[in-house]
């Protein structure tokens, strides 16, 4: 059974660095990407970018680049986004997904973790 | 940027309702678009895939159509565990996917 695991809340304050862990179970972590989504309290949800498992490769998001890394370890098939220089605007609850890519071009997010909630205060 | 518009914004409706969510783009998808379900305070699930592909254990009553720049997801009879948020996302600009703003039904 697939399971996406996140790590817990964090309160940070503005101009510091997060990182979220995400810890996949349950499937050939290496056969999927994995991508990240936040919400901000009340809002939509914004898609922040990808890394591919099968080479390493990242996208972000255009209003995020720059401030936000995503790597992955594969001897724990564990997945972290790091976003840096937070402000308020960045108070969110971040979502890790499984990203499920074929030849035909699909592409879209089949698991999901159960979300960091991440606060930026002063 | 390909942009999603959902409507409407959210609607009311009873249990065994027909209930219709749109969902355009601004430019030709094809049938790239997924739809997701998000009950608060949970994470969003995975509905419908290729405009009108069901996920694997998703009931039967939902359903997607659509192509180019237009979608529906479709709740044929709406049931209480229904009531949630529903998103749209365009998958057509991979990797770099955008989803609507969402709709939100509610019980009428």
């Known amino acids: 059974q697939v399971h996406l695991v996140q790590s817990g809340v964090e309160v940070k304050k503005p101009g510091a660095s997060v990182k979220v862990s995400c810890k996949a179970s349950g499937y050939t972590f290496n056969n999927y990407g994995i991508s990240w989504v936040r919400q901000a309290p009340g809002q939509g949800l914004e898609w922040m970018g990808w890394?591919?498992?099968?080479?390493?490769?990242?996208n972000y998001a255009q209003n995020l680049q720059g401030r936000v890394t995503m790597t992955t370890d594969t001897s724990t098939s564990t997945a972290y986004m790091e976003l840096r220089s937070l402000t308020s605007d960045d108070t969110a609850t971040y979502y890790c997904?499984?990203?499920?890519?074929?030849?035909?071009?699909?592409?879209?997010?089949?698991?999901w973790g159960q979300g960091t909630l991440v606060t930026v205060s002063s | 940027d390909i942009q999603m518009t959902q409507s409407p914004s959210s609607l009311s409706a009873s249990v065994g309702d027909r209930v219709t969510i749109s969902c355009r783009a601004s430019?030709?998808?094809?049938?790239?678009l997924n739809w997701y379900q998000q009950k608060p305070g949970k994470a969003p699930k995975l509905l419908i895939y290729a405009a009108s592909s069901l996920q694997s254990g998703v009931p039967s009553r939902f359903s997607g159509s659509g192509s180019g720049t237009d979608f529906t997801l479709t709740i044929s009879s709406l049931q209480p565990e229904d009531f949630a948020t529903y998103y749209c996302q365009q998958s057509y600009s991979t990797p770099l996917l955008t989803f609507g703003g969402g709709t939100r039904v509610e019980i009428k």
């Open positions: 890394i591919s498992l099968y080479n390493g490769n990242t």
């Open positions: 430019q030709s998808i094809s049938s790239f």
């Open positions: 997904a499984r990203v499920f890519y074929d030849s035909s071009g699909y592409f879209y997010f089949d698991y």
